[in-house]
């Protein structure tokens, strides 16, 4: 960074005083050629500091102006900011602050502030500054890494300024190698990427079948090119990965791996167990989301072949399940989810899984975020019908992903390990600002400590915390594959996500409610849910769907988490067993998890039902379904009920 310097003309000097508030002029030109650039930010931040700050936590921006075509742009400043600290904000460039200084990345931070040579310009009267900005990636080449069975994968380097080697991170990927702007900001910071096309993807060679070479087995895609990073002159012997979803399961998969080098992950919204976090939820084909993906990304048909020809978890399935290797895993990750995500469980139980059980190196070195959000959507208040509190958008500094990166490839000392291992966010009534809900909390681990509470379901569409007192009961539907109950909301992708009014599905004739009283008090509700049930089909197969809802005092029943079993796995997803027409089962669904405080005044509803369609694909027996409601066969709800004094709130 020190060349930087020598090319970096940065001048500030006083003007004429104007009355009232200054004006600072300036103007951004590009480094070797002094072309004006356009479409630079450029912010002032005040230097009054709050008494306590985090390092790697972002400077309040007081003003912000973009440079015009000449490269050109103008603040003015109210005259409450005598000195101030300036700044570019380009995406593409190497940043500097005033006083000749560069940084890295996008915004400047707290930690920025410490370094040799920043100023404060005065701005108790007019002043001008110029900055000459250089590309933040030097070089960017394409190259063909051939694996040991002479597969050849297109990979693409990008490189920071200088003639140094950094800590490299690694980018797999399905959906094209050229990421120029997401390099930038990593070249940025100070680190190469190399950005990969997986095998059978774009420009590489080969034939995708649903992530089987980026794992453990026969072939091994990402140790490889892990093992060819490490022999680049430019690797400085440190190596990370990021991205998420399918590029976030190229990471998991890699995990159990364990190349050498690898020394740190970064993953967000991804499943570690393929079968039952994507593919077969419950035992039941996940339709719109497989066949979405499948059809928008134009898999080839021995793709689509081999994952509908494995209905069952087997040997396929145990080489795309993290849960079968992991005490093969060494590195440390960071696991981003979110409450209504297509992948909930599986961020869920990938850090607490590795956290409990990973090996040397990753045991106990695991961290978890996860908000209100659905698949990627981390950047807005807005979650399907719901709109959160602007809280709901960042938990802090822990989710600047370079407080993890810079930790573990660059050995700063960012704090990030001393902070709790879980931040959650507590969702609660938005219509309500006054709810114990909707506030991020912190935990050392997950699940949180909760009470199983078990909420039993009742002939008369009551959910009550006492069983049944009748011997007999029973809720009985008539359910038809060519009128399956359809899918609003939920933890989707192809369709309407997130937290939505299922009113117009509750309806159903094939809709079962049940539903507390109005709450006299609110009850928080974190971690995993269940659904015991005791039922009967007069088809040898049946699928049971449960859903969890928060009924809002307007009759609004919001869809919170949902779950599916196709009951010829009720005994193992391994082997399929026929039910007996008649026959009363108990059988568990698993809805996965969420966090909630139910306010005072709603009520928690479960909706059972033998279809979710396109959600999940329907089942093709016409059956009369039956749920059996009574002392001696007690369908009930098993909800994590937390006590107010055991929450932590950050």
């Not at 404060?120 to 900005?133: C, K, N, P, T």
């Not at 001696?632 to 709800?637: I, R």
């Amino acid at each position: 960074m020190k060349k930087c310097l020598l090319i970096l003309l940065a001048f500030s000097v006083a003007l004429p005083a104007v009355s009232g508030a200054a004006v600072l002029k300036g103007r951004v030109l590009a480094a070797g050629s002094g072309r004006p650039v356009a479409k630079i930010q450029v912010g002032i931040a005040s230097t009054q500091l709050p008494s306590k700050i985090k390092p790697y936590g972002k400077i309040p921006v007081r003003k912000i102006a973009v440079t015009d075509k000449n490269g050109e742009f103008l603040i003015e400043t109210d005259q409450s900011c005598k000195d101030a600290f300036v700044f570019t904000q380009s995406l593409s460039h190497i940043n500097r602050l005033s006083g000749n200084v560069p940084f890295c990345g996008r915004e400047p931070r707290y930690r920025d502030l410490e370094l040799d040579g920043v100023d404060a310009l005065d701005l108790s009267q007019d002043a001008e500054i110029e900055f000459v900005l250089e590309p933040a990636i030097r070089s960017q080449r394409t190259v063909r890494i051939a694996m040991s069975d002479s597969t050849v994968l297109y990979s693409i380097v990008y490189l920071p300024p200088g003639n140094d080697s950094w800590p490299v991170l690694l980018w797999r990927t399905p959906y094209g190698a050229s990421i120029r702007d997401f390099a930038a900001e990593f070249c940025q910071n100070g680190y190469a990427v190399v950005a990969q096309d997986i095998r059978g993807r774009y420009f590489s060679k080969g034939l995708w079948v649903m992530f089987r070479d980026d794992a453990w087995g026969e072939n091994k895609d990402g140790y490889e090119t892990a093992e060819w990073i490490l022999k680049q002159e430019w690797c400085n012997g440190k190596i990370g990965t990021f991205g998420g979803s399918a590029v976030g399961i190229t990471q998991l998969l890699l995990a159990p791996a364990a190349p050498p080098g690898l020394a740190c992950q970064h993953v967000l919204f991804a499943g570690q167990d393929l079968y039952n976090q994507m593919v077969y939820q419950g035992g039941a084909f996940r339709k719109s989301l497989i066949e979405g993906w499948f059809k928008q990304q134009k898999f080839k048909p021995e793709a689509v072949d081999a994952v509908k020809g494995h209905p069952c978890y087997d040997e396929f399935w145990k080489g795309l399940n993290v849960n079968e290797k992991l005490g093969s895993i060494r590195a440390p990750i960071l696991h981003i989810g979110g409450w209504f995500d297509l992948f909930t469980q599986g961020q869920l139980d990938s850090f607490s899984n590795i956290q409990a059980s990973g090996g040397e190196g990753a045991k106990g070195r695991q961290k978890l975020i996860i908000g209100p959000w659905v698949h990627y959507a981390i950047g807005s208040r807005k979650q399907g019908e719901l709109v959160f509190p602007a809280n709901s958008l960042d938990p802090g500094p822990v989710m600047d992903q370079f407080c993890w990166f810079d930790y573990w490839l660059k050995g700063a000392d960012t704090g990030i390990m001393k902070d709790p291992a879980v931040y959650y966010y507590v969702m609660g009534d938005v219509d309500d600002n006054k709810t114990p809900g909707n506030k991020w909390r912190t935990s050392d681990t997950w699940p949180v400590p909760a009470k199983a509470t078990k909420l039993y379901l009742n002939r008369d569409g009551i959910l009550a915390i006492d069983k049944p007192d009748k011997n007999s009961g029973v809720d009985t539907f008539f359910y038809s594959p060519s009128d399956p109950a359809p899918t609003k909301g939920g933890q989707e992708l192809y369709q309407a996500m997130g937290p939505m009014d299922q009113r117009s599905v509750e309806r159903r004739q094939d809709v079962l409610t049940y539903s507390t009283p109005a709450l006299k008090e609110p009850v928080e509700v974190t971690g995993r849910i269940k659904a015991r049930l005791f039922v009967s089909s007069t088809a040898t197969d049946a699928d049971f769907t449960a859903k969890l809802c928060d009924v809002y005092p307007d009759g609004r029943s919001m869809l919170l988490t949902d779950g599916i079993l196709s009951a010829k796995y009720r005994n193992s997803f391994e082997k399929p067993e026929p039910l007996e027409p008649g026959k009363v089962y108990e059988i568990e669904i698993d809805l996965w998890s969420t966090s909630i405080v139910f306010n005072k005044g709603h009520k928690i509803r479960v909706a059972v039902s033998s279809s979710n369609f396109p959600r999940f694909e329907a089942n093709p027996n016409t059956a009369v379904n039956s749920v059996y409601c009574s002392s001696g066969n007690p369908s009930c709800v098993i909800l994590p009920v937390v006590p107010p004094a055991k929450a932590k709130t950050k």
